[in-house]
């Protein structure tokens, strides 16, 4: 399977790595973002082609990876999806925009491509998955990051947002993909608290859910990517495994 990748960032970088050792799963050929450096370098590692326009792509490969941003799922996925070409979303908060949401996959079952978003940087999520069969009638999310990861100096723990998903991935767009992973997996608008902590060095999410199957709480204390401290590495190998999932013949887990 032959990918592009929009966004050459921490994840895109993480990616490559794997690429390079042979462990991705695909074969990573095309690389685009606005900093067409950071493109060289990455397809330099893996043989890759950069390229200038996205739809300079879309007829080489099967897959693309959006690793951008919110704004970018906007702005160039229903193009992807229009040409019958899969994608993965890693901004998955973008998903939260209901009518964006709703429009993409309106293409994606015209054009029979498939939208693929992975877990993130949380555990647990296939249980939630599983648990929406049923009803969940309460869940949230406590994310609890060094102020750095949130973009603020603080010398006391300090409470940025309490309220609605929705909103969250508003006010902090690069910050609680896991939020909205999490809404769109429940199927509702879920509880979240973000909180700025100095006392941690990790990027902490707390994830508590009831349901008619049950009730669980699962709490993920992620290693932060060295090139960008907002991004997990939970999130990327997350991707990874989606990717090699793909090609596999024995699927474990929802």
């Keep these: ?61 099967d897959l693309v990876i ?19 070409k899969n994608v993965l979303i890693m901004s998955v908060g973008a998903l939260m925009d209901f009518e964006l949401k709703d429009r993409l996959e309106k ?5 029979g491509a498939k939208i693929y978003a992975p877990s993130g940087a949380i555990v647990g999520l296939d249980g939630i998955k599983a648990a929406s069969i049923g009803k969940i009638s309460e869940a949230s999310l406590i ?11 603080t010398d006391g723990e300090t409470i940025l947002y309490e309220g609605k998903a929705s909103e969250a991935v508003k006010e902090f767009p690069t910050n609680i993909n896991v939020a909205a992973a999490l809404s769109i997996a429940c199927g509702i608008d879920i509880d979240v608290k973000i909180i700025a ?3 941690v060095d990790r990027n902490m999410h707390e994830v508590h859910v009831v349901g008619d199957s049950g009730e669980f709480t699962t709490i993920t204390k992620n290693v932060r990517c060295s090139m960008n401290p907002k991004t997990s590495v939970l999130a990327a190998y997350s991707a990874i495994k989606l990717l090699r999932r793909l090609n596999e013949n024995i699927i474990v887990g929802t």
């Design 143 to 153: 994310t609890r990051k060094p102020p750095r990861s949130l973009g603020i100096k």
């Design 66 to 84: 959006e690793a951008a941003s919110p704004h970018a799922v906007g702005e160039v996925i229903p193009q992807v999806l229009e040409s019958g």
């Design 107 to 111: 293409i994606a079952t015209s054009t």
């Design 197 to 199: 902590d100095p006392s």
């Design 1 to 61: 399977m032959k990918v592009g990748i929009i966004g050459c960032g921490a994840i895109a970088n993480i990616m490559t790595n794997f690429a390079v050792e042979g462990k991705l799963g695909v074969d990573l050929k095309f690389f685009y973002d606005k900093d067409i450096e950071r493109a060289e370098n990455l397809a330099l590692q893996v043989d890759g082609t950069v390229v200038l326009e996205i739809e300079d792509m879309l007829d080489k490969v």
